[in-house]
């Protein structure tokens, strides 16, 4: 899926240094960044100060946002996510974090609102039935790794399983998530 | 393997983020050497990443976060400022070029560069001053105004953020039923999804790509049961999107379908326009 027009204009703008389209971007997609940071570090004050870095960060790099490559929330999000996960690296937390990666839980987070929020809670229910149609060593390959931040070697560690065995549960999976995403 | 082959099967655990360092760089070579075809492949799969994402909570930016954001970026954008007046600096240059070395008029000439330094200071400094002020009142201005907007933007937000509960306490009940609606002419992108929750009764209708009606028209949900429609209240879209709750309703069981009608303003008793959507 290509960026829409919007996006373009406004990573345009932006470049030029239109502050404006620039509090567009992060009102829009702020809420859903916060909420992978969340789901991530599963710190609140921690996501924040890294909501704040990555989006400094997109302000400084956004002549890199490639409209042929996707949208601006998936560049946002790919931004965001990374940086979390170099923070976990550096996090001595993390053995004791990952225990409870993995496992959907109920957020205990405030309840997302307005419209384009309830979008979203219509978006994220249809990602969350994809996920639960999915094998379950598939979905828990997938939300380790995507959510956790565990490559394949890591996950076949952690998973104790073959490394051929987890590529596989991850191309597997991802590849019925797309299907199940498009349907 | 050929290069494109490799690239194919790099992407979903590219998208899923589980690449090894090797295999990243691998990947990253061939996207750089690859054409509009990986680039074509790899927005596809980002577009999955991204609803992927989408599987965690959104939070609510709260003010003084988006505050401090924006404060950050005024820092990065403006750089510090400097506290030091450049007049004072001219003229402490200006003093000390005037000044010839071993002048026995040395003394006169600094204090008087010092009396002009001064009296430029102080004048620079009211100057400062007044305009400080300007720009305070000003501002104050400004936030008694933006004060009154927020007041009663804050009780149409409090309004949403009710509705907005409403409709995910709905999604998100155990038993939801879910009916999605399609539109009824060929060709056409509109499209809405139904939950109902049995235990409560109520249920909420997400309707997107309607299109514009006349100002003296208005969009109409029904729901249909023992072959006959029900109104289930009239709707405006926004920016072609809409979110409409229905609470109460009786007889969940005996529910059939759901259609969205065009109608006069204020509504009908049984659908007369255009049936746009239909389960």
Redesign the interface.
Known sequence: ??APSQDVELARRTAD?D?EA??QV??EH???????L??ILRR?DV??EV??DA??QA??KIDNF?P????L???L??MA?SRA?DHLKSSKARGAREERVGK?ET?T???????K????????????RA?DSLPAEQRE??EL???G?????Q?AARLEAPLGTV?SR??L???K??AA?AS | MSDDQTFS?LL??Y???????D?LAEFERLLAEGG?ER??E????????????????????SGS??A???E??DV??QGTVSLTPKRKESAAETAADIAPANDNRLPLVLVASLFVAALGWGLWTQSQLRNLRAESARQIEGLELALARSESEFVI?QQ??ER??A??RI??ASGVRTVSLGATSEGQALSA?SYVDPETGRAVV?A?NLPDVGTDQTYQLWFLRGGAPYSAGVFAA?EG?A?VLVDDLKEVEGIQGWAVSIEPQGGSEQPTGLIVLSS
């Open positions: 899926m290509r240094g502050r620039f509090a992060f009102d702020a809420p859903i960044v916060l909420g992978v969340h789901r609140r996501a924040e909501l704040q989006f400094l302000w400084r490639d042929q490559r996707g949208t929330r998936s560049w999000v790919t996510r996960l959907y957020p987070v405030e309840e997302a609102v307005g419209t929020e309830l979008e979203l809670s219509e978006n994220r229910l249809r990602v969350r996920l390959a997938i790794a995507y959510f931040g565990l490559t394949h070697s996950l590529k991850v191309k999976g991802m590849t998530l797309k995403l | 099967d979903p655990a998208a899923a983020g589980a690449l090894d360092a295999e509009e680039a074509r790899l927005a596809e799969w980002n577009a999955v990443s991204e609803q992927l994402a989408q599987d965690a909570e959104p939070i609510a930016i976060l988006r401090d954001f924006f950050a970026l990065e954008t937000s949403e953020v907005a509960r409709a995910n999604v998100g999804r997400f997107r926004e999107q979110t």
